[in-house]
T-cell receptor, first 113, second 112 residues
Framework: TQLLEQSPQFLSIQEGENLTVYCNSS?????LQWYRQEPGEGPVLLVT?????EVKKLKRLTFQFGDARKDSSLHITAAQPGDTGLYLC?????????????FGTGTLLAVQP | NAGVTQTPKFRVLKTGQSMTLLCAQD?????MYWYRQDPGMGLRLIHY???????AKGEVPDGYNVSRLKKQNFLLGLESAAPSQTSVYFC???????????FGSGTRLTVV
C-alpha cells in the first residue's frame, strides 16, 4: 500500500507569513495533484505536476514535484485568511492503476487576520 | 452550474437501516468514485467505476454496494447501517486518468 504522508498536520499562522507544506512517500508517483478543501465542501483541484523537478506557480502558491517523483511541496507566500482550509496531496503511483488516486493525510491550515 | 451533485446532504440513520446515496454528474465523465472522509484518516476510496455498467472495489468496500446503470449517476448503498459508517461521504468524477477529480459537496451521515 502506497502512503502519502503530509506534514505538518496542523498549521496556524498570522496573515502575511510564509509557509510550506510537504507531501512525502517511499513510492514513485507518475503524477501528483494538490487540492484545497474548505469546511462543508468537497476538495477542489489546485494543480497537477507531472515531471520530476517541475515547479508550478498559482498566484502566491508555488508547487514543486521532487526530482525522484516521491515527494512534493506547496509553498504559500504572504498567507491570507482566504487560504485557510485543508490541503491534500494525491498521486497516481507508477505501476499502479491509473484510474484512482491515493490521497495524503492532509494539512489543516488556519490563517489568522 | 456543471459539476457533481450529491443527495442528500445530511442524514441520520438507525443501526440496521438501509439507504442509498445518489451522485449525479453532468460533465460526461467516464470515471466516478465514492470516498469517505474521517478525522485523521483522510479520504479513503470505497468503490469506483471506470464507465457505465462497471464497478470495482476500493480500499474500504465492506458494508457498501454501488451501481452505475447510467453514465451520469453513481449510487452508493448501505444495506444495514452500522455506527462505524458514520462519516462524510464524497462522490467525485473525472474525464479520464489524466485529469483531476471534481468532487461533490458531500453527504454527512450519522448512524445511531
Amino acid at each position: 500500500t502506497q502512503l502519502l504522508e503530509q506534514s505538518p498536520q496542523f498549521l496556524s499562522i498570522q496573515e502575511g507569513e510564509n509557509l510550506t507544506v510537504y507531501c512525502n512517500s517511499s513510492s514513485v508517483f507518475s503524477s501528483l495533484q494538490w487540492y484545497r478543501q474548505e469546511p462543508g465542501e468537497g476538495p477542489v483541484l489546485l494543480v497537477t505536476v507531472v515531471t520530476g523537478g517541475e515547479v508550478k506557480k498559482l498566484k502566491r502558491l508555488t508547487f514543486q514535484f521532487g526530482d525522484a517523483r516521491k515527494d512534493s511541496s506547496l509553498h504559500i507566500t504572504a498567507a491570507q485568511p482566504g487560504d485557510t482550509g485543508l490541503y491534500l496531496c494525491a498521486g497516481v503511483s507508477r505501476g499502479g492503476a491509473t484510474n484512482k488516486l491515493i490521497f495524503g493525510t492532509g494539512t489543516l491550515l488556519a490563517v489568522q487576520p | 452550474n456543471a459539476g457533481v451533485t450529491q443527495t442528500p446532504k445530511f442524514r441520520v440513520l438507525k443501526t440496521g437501516q438501509s439507504m442509498t446515496l445518489l451522485c449525479a454528474q453532468d460533465m460526461n465523465h467516464e470515471y466516478m468514485y465514492w470516498y469517505r472522509q474521517d478525522p485523521g484518516m483522510g479520504l479513503r476510496l470505497i468503490h469506483y467505476s471506470v464507465g457505465e455498467g462497471t464497478t470495482a472495489k476500493g480500499e474500504v468496500p465492506d458494508g457498501y454496494n454501488v451501481s452505475r446503470l447510467k453514465k451520469q449517476n453513481f449510487l452508493l448503498g448501505l444495506e444495514s447501517a452500522a455506527p462505524s459508517q458514520t462519516s462524510v461521504y464524497f462522490c467525485a468524477s473525472r474525464l479520464d486518468g489524466n485529469y483531476g477529480y471534481t468532487f461533490g459537496s458531500g453527504t454527512r451521515l450519522t448512524v445511531v
